[in-house]
């Protein structure tokens, strides 16, 4: 019996880690999102602390203009940079997969946006975007598509578009990494069988290459959608949400009302709702890729 138990007891200490940094959190997150906690109200002796109010925090989230407004705008960051990160990253797979001279270098190169902290990425680009002497607007200016100043952070839809381009340039590698090794594992035998059959390069890219990767392109695109939902740092650090808000996602709306305004109950009703978005988006991604699998 014990030497049944014991594979049990090796996996113990890193089942209470897990618990607790990840279960015991979001259970105490969803239990706040039921009562009323506020920075006015947190002592435990204080009876306005326990009262449970159900569903009127979630609620006051539906029914409020700016939730929906961080909804739509952390949709189009989450589907323009997924759905770049994913052509590009596609393209550059496939190129990769092809020998020629100097690959390995090429491969190394293009992890290095990846493996900068997403910090220095947002410095890095609020630098380059700099309306006085960034390069992207001296670029710009150079090209006569500006005056020579142009504050691309100033404006809602131009600072959302240079955060999008921000976050593809960082995260292209990635996707690109998990395609590529998905394609070095596609057996030979299907192409060639595709070559015999005449069927052109393009066929054999959507006959053969995309079906047999959609394990590969579900796990992407999984992990980049949630990656890009819950984005937050690289908004803080070149736009603090801004102008105007418009660039305020449900993560920046989230911490905002928590640690800002001190709507803690709010603010976890917020995140919670935004799990639920979270599982929508893998809920179609696995009915339309295991569909297309089989």
Known sequence: MIKKLRPFGYLLPSFLVILGVTLL????????????????????????LWDYVGFENFAKVLSDASFWQAVGRTMYFTVTSVGL????????????????????????????????????????????????????????????????????LGSSFS???????????????????????????????????????GASA???????????????ILVALIMRTMEAFKVFDIIYIMTGGGPAGGTQVLS???????????????????????SIFILIFAFIYIKILYKKAE
């Open 252 to 274: 920046f709306l989230t911490y905002q009302s928590s640690m800002m305004f001190g709507k803690f109950s709010y603010g976890s009703s917020i995140a919670f709702v935004m």
């Open 202 to 216: 393009f066929r054999r890219f959507f006959s053969i290459t995309l079906p047999l990767l959609s394990p590969a």
């Open 85 to 152: 990160e994913f052509i590009l990253g596609m393209a550059f797979a496939l190129i990769l997969n092809e020998k020629f001279a100097g690959r390995g270098f090429v491969r190394g190169f293009m992890l290095i946006p990846w493996a900068l902290p997403t910090i220095v990425n947002a410095v890095l680009w609020k630098w380059l975007y700099d309306p006085d002497h960034g390069t992207v607007t001296v670029l710009l200016a150079a090209l006569g598509i500006t005056d020579g100043y142009f504050n691309i």
């Open 25 to 48: 959190p979001l259970i105490y997150a969803i239990f706040i999102s039921f009562i009323n906690l506020t920075k006015n109200v947190h002592k435990l002796d204080n009876p306005k």
């Open 159 to 197: 600072a959302m578009n240079a955060i999008v381009i921000a976050d593809v340039w960082k995260n292209t590698a990635f996707v690109t990494l998990i395609l590529l090794a998905a394609m070095q594992s596609l057996p030979v035998e299907a192409y060639e069988a595709g070559k015999i059959d």
